[in-house]
């Protein structure tokens, strides 16, 4: 078990587009290993790559026990519907804003095996998925979010609380 430094917003890496995985090696094993680590660590549902430094596609998602997802060179095939909500972000501490997204997408990725899958998600997963897909592209959500609070403003008019992607 290997928890990596998450990088933060102001970190010029985090602006930054990643590369597509050409091969699995030991290597990538072992980063992906260490980003459920890192984000199970930090209570966090999904991380990018970037997120802990390393330029590359590689995406993880656990919306919860039984859901996990590794997404290798993620690519939106559809996007459909929309929902307005809460999103944080495990680079950008304390803040949660208001995201509109899709509520449901299409996207084809590869898996730790480098298999060719699809995944159809909606809701949380949907949004998980667009959040990761963009730190990819070098962007975070505080540059679309309505609205960008501190968490402690924030308590006081929400009940529940949703953990950072
Ligand atoms: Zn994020």
Redesign the pocket.
């Known amino acids: 078990m290997a928890i990596r430094t998450i990088r933060e917003i102001g970190d010029p890496i985090l602006n930054k587009r990643a590369k597509e995985v050409k091969e699995m090696t030991p290597r990538m094993k072992e980063l992906i290993s260490d980003m459920y680590d890192t984000m199970r660590h930090a209570n966090g549902v999904?991380l990018?790559a970037p997120?802990v430094g390393i330029l590359k596609r590689i995406i993880v998602i656990e919306t919860d026990e039984e859901s996990s997802y590794t997404l290798i060179n993620p690519v939106i095939l559809k996007r459909e519907g929309e929902q307005r909500g809460y999103e944080g972000?495990?680079?950008v501490p304390g803040k949660t804003g208001i995201v509109t997204r899709p509520n449901q997408v299409v996207c084809e990725a590869l898996n730790e095996r480098m298999e060719r899958c699809t995944i159809e998600a909606e809701g949380l997963l949907a949004r998980c998925i667009c959040?990761?897909m963009d730190?990819l592209e070098g962007h975070?959500?505080t540059e679309i979010a309505e609205e960008l609070m501190d968490n402690e403003e924030l308590e006081e008019s929400r009940e529940n609380t949703e953990s950072?992607?």
């Open positions: 999904g990018a997120q972000c495990l680079s959040h990761e730190h975070l959500y950072g992607t």
